[in-house]
């Protein structure tokens, strides 16, 4: 079945500092990919996706791209802010419907990033 | 715009109590499911609907009951609360299942904890 891994953390940097989150996945066939953010007490929200192979997604400085020869989509951001401090969760569309209902999507479990000042 | 609703926030029960958790969403989506959140585990299906009067078992459905009469709402129902039903419980919906890189909406989640 469809599978996503990511590092879990805590992550903790300091502000400005560059992000990288790893995330590998698992899947037949080609995936789109996402990441959601969750922020403290708030429910997740998207903040970029990738739907095919060598596709970079990115918002608010955040970016990733779907590398289908290594099965990643690893988040990344040059410069992270207190504000980015959350929870962020890579998942999976498959093609097919494999534990995530008819929607499909897959999520890894999260990966919890602190930034100080 | 109100997006995905629940209800309560916050709730404390008693083993063996029930209840229902409330979703509803404004954005006509035919697609809606039930996640609950544990640390360390992510994310996992409940239950979904793909449309009024369609359910079906996810990933955990034990212990949990949904139906969906109508497209706006979609409860989900606890019939007799385990400790082991302790987490946050979101609730997400969709435009169309199956479609391309459909994104999810969720709700702002509601906390259990089962005494």
């Known amino acids: 079945g469809n599978s996503v891994t990511q590092m879990e953390g805590p992550v903790t940097l300091s502000e400005e500092a560059f992000l990288t989150i790893n995330c590998t996945y698992t899947a037949t066939g080609y995936p789109s990919l996402f990441w959601y953010v969750q922020y403290p007490g708030e429910g997740l929200q998207l903040l970029l996706k990738?739907?095919?192979?060598?596709d970079k997604g990115s918002n608010k400085g955040f970016e990733a791209t779907y590398r289908k020869e290594t099965t990643s989509f690893h988040l990344e951001k040059g410069s992270v802010q207190v504000s980015d401090s959350a929870v962020y969760f890579c998942a999976l569309k498959g093609v097919r419907y494999s534990g995530g209902g008819a929607d499909g999507l897959t999520f890894g479990k999260g990966t919890h990033l602190i930034i100080q000042p | 715009n109100a997006g995905v609703t629940q209800t309560p926030k916050f709730q404390v029960l008693k083993t063996g109590q029930s209840m229902t958790l409330q979703c509803a969403q404004d954005m006509n989506h035919e697609y809606m499911s039930w996640y609950r959140q544990d640390p360390g585990m992510g994310l996992r299906l409940i239950h979904y609907s793909v449309g009024a009067g369609i359910t079906d078992q996810g990933e955990v459905p034990n212990g949990y009951n949904v139906s969906r009469s109508t497209t706006e709402d979609f409860p989900l129902r606890l019939l007799s609360a385990a400790p082991s039903q302790t987490s946050v419980y979101f609730c997400?919906?969709?435009?169309?299942?199956?479609?391309?890189?459909?994104?999810?909406?969720f709700g702002a989640g509601s906390r259990l904890t089962v005494l």
């Open positions: 997400a919906s969709s435009y169309s299942p199956g479609a391309g890189a459909n994104v999810l909406t």
């Open positions: 990738a739907t095919k192979a060598d």
